[in-house]
């Protein structure tokens, strides 16, 4: 590249002026001089590349991506902490993406789901039915407006695998259901039209969950005879674990045909998906449906049909609220780091003014700068887009990995970074390069030539416009901080209280052990009595075992549930609202093995009337309102006979984090052993024994009983605290980001400015200020910016404050103590950011800074 | 076209001032300022030449200096150098950047900043 000779002739000049000096000082000047030149001939070669007319073409954008590589390389430390922000950004936002997408908005993963519809019956969702009978189901394949119809019908069944029994969610379906819904099993086959009659029932399609679990992933399965619930099964195809319908619980599909069903299947009511035609509206395919079907309508059948979508997603309220609450929230600090970076960038550009000057009074146009500069901020985006897809998958990985398993399965998609997810990711990135790279530039270019000229040579404080938008980020920035940390101090202090919360028995020491006895194992009351009593004894020898309550229910949701009109002393409770309440048939033993305390009367004797009760604080209270239950009498209105009050036991907290999901409950005194489903609760001096050392006892006693829960009571309520401590770690994590965040970009915007002040302070301090007071305005001037942050996050907060509440445990945006902690919070990390830069103010020489320049 | 305000140029750049001046009274080549100045200032002001470049072409491209006509004569010429001279804006601007500069200077008197007379 060749250099202007008139400046080679200057340096020429200058080396001859100083021929005469002395040799060290020669030396020194000629090293710096050659710096100085090497520097001016790079200014020249860059003012010659703004000088080129505007043509545009490949070759000028390869010019441009050389230019802005270079000059990304050139100041490597700001261009690699945007990127770093960028990728953070687009990294945690997509993963987040990638889960909520998938929990809560993706279409089940399969074919033409868009058009896939379950059938309800009914006017309303509210009182309608799942299931129709098979006259009607079968009838719905008449409607023209449906291009497929399947069946399936729920069980389910016990495997027998090599650990014994194992209870598995079953679904008969009709033979054409896994085509309707475009699934390949990844071994063997499913369904042919022919199976699923008398005869050709006895086929079945696992999971891939079952294959590797209980049937220890036979290579040989295909044709292999397995038992489920007693009878042989001849296992046709194995479907992979992606495939999770109509439930992910669901490991077993058998064959069910409604045309020949076999004799124990034919009346039995079946779940009716549909396929709708591509051309005929879902309301008219309704209303088709209703028309066409409306004769074979019977007793147990409701008139009207409303389809509804298949649900990819099977959330329950509070989950559905903390992704989509979690989601904002990384939403806010995607914003957050967004503004950081795009306050960085300005910094940057804010910088080269001066050049972007010169380059204007050279001719360069607006347009030619802006486009260096969008190339400039697209090598960092592309950068961050690749750090940041990357990031995602890593999060999404560790996701999967760290997420409750329960939570996991509650959608029908497997999580994973998808296309869609993919695309959102990159949406992120333009709009995070948009805002980071090019409204800074354009903000930068506006300077004009003078304006820049007059800016650089005073060292004054960058542009009005420069500064208005460094604030309003910066205000910004701390105004989402806030809202973060008042979300993140909510869920925190909610987890806190949850985790202190009395859940009405003692929780240590305890062990829970629920056993199944399969009917067709265990045909008799009195076998089922032998086999009970021979696990107990069991259970009792184990050591460290020092009681065992045989129940059927046991805390926290009890056995069953009865739910009516409640009548209490032969009066109807006012209001219709029907009531649930929990119920347990419980033995003598079962309140001190639990450590549930009697607050009132006795508990049960041996030979106790059925009749006699024990009801909780909530029952007592919703019945009697205060008074002593005892002696009093209650039923739900269809109940024969009333049922009298002998004590009162501690309220039992079934759903530490949800009020509405908590039932009162009663207890009825325990019929004895004998029947297929039972509780035992083992009550340890210390640490219980091991599940395995449990589950191995149990094999012991029986084979085929099936243990279909064994966990101690603390692990159980742990469960519950799981999704609350999950939001509450994520929220908290998120805000921690963001606040780091806006104190780092308080810092450098502050230190930016006190750096560009620092002739004014070097003039104020020459003129007598305290270098106090000089410390004093860079702190104010911090501080001022936090506290319109805070005021305007503190609106934001008020705004998200109804959703908050609805997932948090008994605390409301408007707690005073998170306020407080997130003011002090705010305040803290503001006079943190603010000091280093309030210190070099107040050091500020006025000597020094004069001499400058 | 309409030369633009002197005083959007003020204050001025404590070097292209010193340009300005060591223009004032002849044009000179880019060296020959960064030696006029040094001299001026007692090698209180020392230019670098690439420094000096750059500034000449940002001055020149604000129409404060321009290439002189004039050139001195051949045997102390050289061609590849050029000559500068202030344009009537670069005149008026540092008439305007002296005048505000000696305004700046009267108030520190008043204030006593430089001691008591």
């Known amino acids: 590249m060749s250099i202007d000779p008139e400046l080679r002739q200057m340096r020429h000049d200058a080396a001859r002026a100083r021929a005469g000096s002395a040799a060290p000082v020669r030396a020194w000047h000629a090293l710096a001089e050659r710096l100085d030149f090497a520097r001016a001939a790079a200014g020249e070669r860059r003012a010659a590349r703004t000088r080129a007319p505007i043509s545009g073409g490949p070759l000028m954008l390869f010019d441009d991506l050389h230019l802005a590589w270079r000059r990304l390389r050139g100041k490597p430390g700001t261009a690699l902490t945007a990127v770093a922000m960028l990728t953070l950004a687009i990294g945690v936002s997509s993963a987040m993406f990638a889960v909520a997408d998938h929990m809560l908005f993706s279409a089940a993963p399969f074919k033409d789901a868009d058009r896939l519809r379950r059938v309800f019956l009914g006017e309303t969702i509210r009182d309608s039915r799942s299931n129709a009978s098979p006259p009607l189901a079968r009838q719905f394949r008449q409607v023209p407006a449906f291009a497929d119809v399947q069946y399936l019908m729920q069980d389910s069944v016990y495997l027998e695998g090599l650990a014994g029994l194992a209870s598995k969610g079953a679904y008969w379906v009709s033979p054409g259901i896994f085509d309707m819904l475009g699934v390949r099993p990844m071994l063997g086959r499913t369904f042919t039209n022919d199976e699923g009659r008398q005869g050709t029932s006895d086929r079945a399609v696992i999971s891939e969950r079952a294959w590797r679990g209980e049937l220890g992933a036979d290579p040989n399965v295909i044709g292999r005879r397995v038992t489920l619930s007693g009878e042989p099964y001849t296992v046709i195809g194995v479907m992979p674990s992606t495939f999770r319908f109509p439930y992910e619980s669901t490991q077993i599909w058998l064959p069910y045909d409604i045309d020949a069903p076999p004799a124990e299947r034919v009346t039995r009511r079946v779940d009716v998906v549909v396929r709708l035609d591509a051309d005929v509206p879902e309301a008219d395919a309704a209303s088709l449906a209703a028309r066409a079907t409306a004769a074979e309508v019977s007793a147990t059948d409701k008139q009207g049909v409303l389809l509804r979508p298949l649900e990819a997603g099977l959330l329950d309220d509070y989950s559905r609220t903390a992704i989509q609450t979690l989601f904002g929230g990384v939403l806010l600090v995607f914003v957050v780091l967004c503004a950081n970076a795009a306050n960085l960038m300005l910094a940057r550009v804010t910088a080269r003014r001066a050049e972007f000057g010169v380059c204007t009074a050279l001719g360069a146009s607006r347009r030619r700068l802006l486009t260096q500069a969008v190339v400039e901020a697209g090598l960092i985006g592309v950068a961050a887009l690749v750090a940041g897809t990357m990031l995602a998958a890593a999060l999404v990985a560790a996701t999967r990995n760290l997420m409750p398993e329960y939570i996991l399965w509650r959608t029908l998609n497997p999580i994973a970074l998808d296309l869609r997810a993919l695309l959102a990711t990159a949406g992120l990135a333009v709009v995070a390069t948009l805002v980071a790279g090019v409204i800074p530039s354009w903000i930068a270019t506006g300077a004009s030539a003078t304006a820049s000229l007059r800016v650089e040579s005073r060292g004054s404080t960058e542009s009005r416009g420069a500064r208005l938008w460094t604030r309003t980020l910066l205000v910004g920035e701390v105004a989402l901080a806030t809202a973060l940390l008042v979300g993140a101090g909510v869920l925190v202090t909610s987890f806190v209280r949850l985790m202190r919360a009395d859940p009405g028995l003692d929780l240590r020491g305890v062990t829970m052990v629920g056993v199944s006895l399969p009917s067709p194992y265990f045909k008799d009351r009195p076998a089922r009595a032998a086999v009970t009593e021979s696990i107990e004894r069991e259970l009792r020898s184990l050591p460290g075992v020092t009681a065992v309550s045989l129940s059927f229910g046991a805390p926290p949701s009890g056995g069953g549930f009865s739910w009516g009109h409640l009548v209490a002393d032969g009066q109807p409770l006012p209001g219709d609202a029907e009531q649930i309440v929990f119920q347990s048939q419980v033995g003598s033993d079962f309140f001190d093995v639990y450590g549930i305390r009697l607050l009132s009367g006795r508990t049960f004797a041996p030979g106790e009337?059925?009749?006699?009760?024990?009801?909780?604080?909530?029952?007592?209270?919703?019945?009697?309102?205060?008074?002593?239950?005892?002696?009093?009498?209650?039923?739900?209105?269809?109940?024969?006979?009333?049922?009298?009050?002998?004590?009162?036991?501690?309220?039992?907290?079934?759903?530490?984090?949800?009020?509405?999901?908590?039932?009162?409950?009663?207890?009825?005194?325990?019929?004895?052993?004998?029947?297929?489903?039972?509780?035992?609760?083992?009550?340890?001096?210390?640490?219980?024994?091991?599940?395995?050392?449990?589950?191995?006892?149990?094999?012991?006693?029986?084979?085929?009983?099936?243990?279909?829960?064994?966990?101690?009571?603390?692990?159980?309520?742990?469960?519950?605290?799981?999704?609350?401590?999950?939001?509450?770690?994520?929220?908290?994590?998120?805000?921690?980001?963001?606040?780091?965040?806006?104190?780092?970009?308080?810092?450098?915007?502050?230190?930016?400015?006190?750096?560009?002040?620092?002739?004014?302070?070097?003039?104020?301090?020459?003129?007598?200020?305290?270098?106090?007071?000089?410390?004093?305005?860079?702190?104010?001037?911090?501080?001022?910016?936090?506290?319109?942050?805070?005021?305007?996050?503190?609106?934001?907060?008020?705004?998200?404050?109804?959703?908050?509440?609805?997932?948090?445990?008994?605390?409301?945006?408007a707690n005073p103590a998170v306020w407080t902690a997130v003011i002090a919070t705010i305040v803290g990390a503001t006079l943190l950011a603010s000091w280093r830069p309030a210190v070099q103010a107040m050091r500020a020489d006025p000597v020094e800074l004069l001499r400058d320049n | 076209m309409k030369s633009p305000d002197p005083r959007t140029f003020l204050p001025l750049s404590p070097l292209a001032f010193q340009v300005l001046l060591s223009l004032a009274d002849r044009s000179r080549h880019g060296y020959a300022i960064i030696a006029e100045i040094a001299e001026r200032t007692g090698g209180e002001v020392a230019v670098r030449t690439g420094t000096m470049y750059l500034l000449l072409q940002r001055m020149v491209a604000n129409g404060l200096i321009e290439e002189a006509a004039s050139r001195p004569r051949a045997d102390e010429d050289d061609e590849r150098r050029r000559y500068y001279q202030p344009t009537a804006l670069g005149r008026a601007v540092s008439a305007a950047e002296a005048r505000r500069l000696e305004t700046l200077v009267g108030q520190a008197r008043r204030k006593q900043v430089l001691g008591r007379r």
């Open chain 1, 609 to 813: 009337d059925v009749n006699n009760v024990i009801v909780s604080e909530g029952l007592a209270s919703m019945l009697w309102n205060g008074q002593s239950p005892l002696g009093h009498r209650f039923r739900f209105a269809d109940g024969k006979t009333d049922m009298t009050v002998i004590g009162v036991a501690r309220e039992v907290r079934s759903a530490l984090s949800d009020p509405r999901e908590d039932l009162p409950e009663y207890y009825q005194p325990f019929g004895g052993a004998g029947g297929s489903t039972m509780m035992l609760g083992l009550r340890c001096a210390g640490a219980c024994p091991s599940e395995a050392v449990i589950r191995e006892r149990l094999r012991a006693a029986n084979p085929q009983a099936v243990p279909y829960r064994v966990a101690s009571m603390a692990s159980l309520y742990a469960q519950q605290f799981e999704r609350p401590n999950t939001a509450a770690s994520l929220a908290a994590m998120f805000s921690v980001v963001a606040l780091i965040a806006a104190a780092g970009g308080l810092f450098s915007i502050l230190t930016h400015a006190v750096g560009r002040r620092r002739r004014e302070f070097g003039v104020r301090s020459a003129l007598g200020a305290e270098p106090a007071a000089l410390r004093r305005l860079v702190l104010r001037d911090g501080l001022a910016t936090a506290a319109v942050g805070v005021a305007i996050g503190a609106g934001l907060s008020a705004l998200g404050s109804k959703v908050l509440t609805s997932i948090a445990f008994g605390v409301s945006a």
